[in-house]
């Protein structure tokens, strides 16, 4: 875990060509930037599995489309995948990362 009164900002020279951030969101800075290596903590089951499966070299397949039909359907899928007690599994990693690229202003809610 990174201590945020320790971690330098986002993009400032570190030593090992890392890059930290403690509230990532939804991951457009992290995976914006090219390093070597990121720190990264967050919350929010869905973003901890989704890093989780990025770092074991998740591949998605989904085409991303800002389409409201389309939205909706994976919105649906990844629901179902919670109910179903999948959240953890790839496809919801891929779903999410998808609710999170074409949601509105990038921004994908939760209540």
Not at 11 to 19: I, T
Not at 37 to 56: E, G, I, Q, T
């Amino acid at each position: 875990m990174v201590n945020p009164t320790s971690a330098p900002p986002v993009g400032a020279a570190q030593p090992s060509a890392a890059r930290r951030a403690v509230l990532p969101g939804g991951l457009a800075v992290a995976l914006g930037l090219p390093p070597f290596r990121a720190f990264l903590n967050a919350a929010n089951p869905h973003l901890s599995h989704f890093y989780r499966w990025v770092k074991r070299g998740l591949i998605i397949q989904i085409a991303m489309k800002k389409q409201e039909s389309a939205f909706y359907d994976h919105w649906t899928r990844f629901n179902q995948l919670l109910d179903e007690r999948h959240e953890s599994s790839a496809e919801a990693a891929a779903l999410f990362y998808y609710l999170n690229r074409t949601g509105y202003n990038g921004l994908c809610r939760f209540n």
